[in-house]
């Protein structure tokens, strides 16, 4: 591949990752930091719009030619459809954006919260079958999590009390570190794949 293609975004995910990091940390780069934020969130911006105009160029060409589960595709396209016209004809504070929000969008985005329930189950039989010590951890701190966070029992002061403070502390320091580990694992791919120590997936793909 070209010099321009490769080594040049590589380096400046790079640079602007370290500076990032740095403000993050030290808090002495605050202005150039900002700065590059604000050209992340333009061209994230710019990003949902392509994705949204894709959306529907891609689910148009599915109906017409009415492919493989089509019927969903024609489904996401009205939905798309009203949030879009609902939102721009009566803005996002009226009374019939905050009805679809209520009574579609939130109740499904609950639902998929359903999907714990069968984690817990999976963790639950690895536990009992292999005995996996990690697993079982997992059982637990699952348990107490959904519990101080059930409104039955979050209305209880002292399970409520305890259920916002795992919440806060032990689940928050969780997440930040699962994050920061990804954060760190994919700054190590990026410098060995600049450094020709591993080639990116793109690379093994067209066979460069």
């Keep these: 591949m070209s010099f321009h293609r490769t080594t ?11 500076i990032i990091w740095l403000n993050y940390f030290t808090g002495q780069l605050f202005d150039v ?18 994705a949204n105009l894709m959306f529907f160029v891609n689910n148009s060409s599915h109906i017409m030619k009415k492919m ?24 996002e504070s009226s009374a019939w954006f905050t009805w679809l929000m209520n009574y ?12 714990a329930f069968f984690i817990f189950i999976v963790s639950y039989h690895k536990y009992t079958s292999a005995r996996d010590w990690s697993s079982l ?10 519990v101080g966070q059930i409104p039955m029992f979050a209305a209880n002061p002292v399970v409520g009390e305890f259920g916002q403070w795992f919440y806060t502390y032990p689940g928050n320091g969780v997440m930040r570190a699962m994050y920061l580990s990804v954060a760190v694992g994919m700054l190590i791919i990026i410098v060995r794949t600049f450094l020709g120590l591993q080639r990116s997936l793109a690379e093994k793909r067209v066979g460069g």
């Design 8 to 18: 040049i975004p590589r380096t400046l995910l790079i640079v602007v990752t370290l």
């Design 33 to 50: 930091s900002s700065t590059m934020k604000a050209w992340a969130a333009l061209m994230w911006g710019f990003a949902a719009i392509y």
């Design 68 to 91: 493989e589960y089509w019927y969903f595709r024609a489904w996401a396209f009205v939905v798309a459809i009203i949030f879009i016209v609902i939102g721009l004809s009566f803005g």
């Design 104 to 115: 579609t969008l939130v109740p499904a985005s609950n639902a998929s919260w359903l999907t």
């Design 137 to 146: 951890f997992f059982v637990i701190g699952l348990v107490i999590a959904t």
